[in-house]
């Protein structure tokens, strides 16, 4: 799983600083293991979550298989949006990649 992480208030030629870094390693680690934490119940339900993204407050994920096309894919999305809140602390969105 391949995934990216962003700072929105860096620039392309400056790197974050070591706090900067810990901080964006600790987010990552905690959206990671929040989708980890939804991903068996979807997988019971035919589908699969990945993440693709963090870019700042914004959360891409890939849902696959039976979540491709289901009417519940939404509703998916606003759970793993209110548990990332949650863990984070932080209002996020969660946007699936396209």
Not at 29 to 51: H, M
Not at 75 to 95: C, D, F, H, W, Y
């Amino acid at each position: 799983m391949e995934s990216t992480v962003e700072n929105e208030t860096a620039r392309a030629d400056e790197r974050p600083s070591e706090g900067e870094a810990v901080e964006l390693d600790r987010r990552l680690a905690l959206i990671l293991d929040t989708i980890a934490s939804v991903r068996p119940g979807i997988q019971r339900d035919g589908g699969d979550i990945e993440l693709v993204a963090v870019e700042g407050d914004l959360v891409r994920v890939r849902l696959s298989g039976a979540c491709t096309h289901c009417g519940m894919a939404g509703q998916t999305l606003g759970g793993l949006r209110r548990k990332l809140m949650a863990s984070l602390g932080a209002p996020i969105r969660v946007v699936p990649a396209s």
